[in-house]
């Protein structure tokens, strides 16, 4: 089945196996344009697996999946550059040799012509992303000096550049303290607010998917476990079916919705 035209993402039986290990079993979803969809769910659920599929980071899933309509399999790898940007999880041993705006300039690469030549508006692109991740003040420091959340704004604005209008995020606010978790909320906020990006990110964490809004597609042990509006999310019964844990529910007097806690596994 081919999408209609506000559809920018489509995925019908999506599958994915490691060896013995299913990790992603017959997943349908739809992404509209503009949207913020989640993946949600525990350790282990298949949300990085999935997001992973979509970027061709993984091969050999099975089931179908389109971009802007096309079947994902036939895009080359610079046309799913130019459409889909993907952000990793913040952290990890990696080593990074270069300047954030060296960093930031591989997001062009999609655009490069012959030989890795420059486009002619490579260069305000590369100031433009760096200003709206606010990462400027980094330009000439190398990436292995930056913390972490730093660090992950630079990512950021490196898909910025890219120009890409789907972003793809995995945890991005996983492991950063709680000033670089709303510095990078903030920025997404912003990209899909002003630019109108479609942003599908994963996250195994149930108020940040209800502060961000949108909707959700809630896995549990690779199957689908939830979908809806995050607004519908802060039900026990659901949040047991998808996580296997009771939680109380805290109203939160600024944003009017109510917050959840966990209480213990259940028996």
């Known amino acids: 089945m081919i999408p209609d035209g506000n559809t920018v993402i489509e995925a019908r039986g999506l599958a994915k196996r490691f060896g013995d290990v299913q990790a992603v079993a017959g997943i349908d979803f739809d992404v509209r344009e503009g949207e913020l969809f989640g993946f949600l769910g525990p ?6 697996t999935l997001l992973k599929c979509l970027m061709r980071i993984h091969t050999g899933w099975t089931g179908r999946a389109y971009l802007h309509g096309r079947d994902l399999h036939r895009c080359s790898q610079r046309e799913l550059a130019r459409s889909v940007a993907y952000v ?3 952290g990890g041993d990696q080593s990074f040799p270069y300047t954030v705006r060296e960093f930031v300039r591989m997001g062009r690469y999609a655009y490069s012509g ?3 030549t420059a486009h002619p508006g490579d260069q305000a692109a590369i100031d433009a992303a ?3 991740a606010d990462v400027q003040e980094f330009a000439d ?4 000096t930056l913390s972490g959340g730093e660090r992950q704004k630079v990512f950021i604005a490196a898909v910025l550049a890219q120009g890409s209008d789907i972003l793809l995020l995995d945890e991005p606010t996983a492991f950063l303290d709680y000033r670089h978790q709303a510095e990078v909320a903030e920025v997404l906020h912003s990209i899909n607010q002003d630019s109108g990006a479609t942003i599908l990110s ?3 964490d149930v108020n940040a998917a209800m502060l961000t809004g949108g909707h959700v597609l809630a896995l549990r ?3 689908v476990a939830w979908r809806g509006p995050t607004g519908d999310l802060a039900c026990e019964k659901t949040l047991g079916c998808i996580f296997g844990a009771s939680f109380r529910f805290l109203d939160d007097p600024v944003t009017g919705l109510r917050l959840v806690a966990p209480q213990g596994a259940m028996r």
């Open 43 to 48: 350790n282990g659920a298949g949300k990085s």
């Open 88 to 90: 990793p999880q913040p």
């Open 114 to 116: 012959p030989f890795g």
């Open 130 to 132: 760096m200003r709206r």
């Open 141 to 144: 420091r190398t990436l292995d």
């Open 202 to 204: 994963v996250t195994h």
């Open 221 to 223: 042990d690779g199957e």
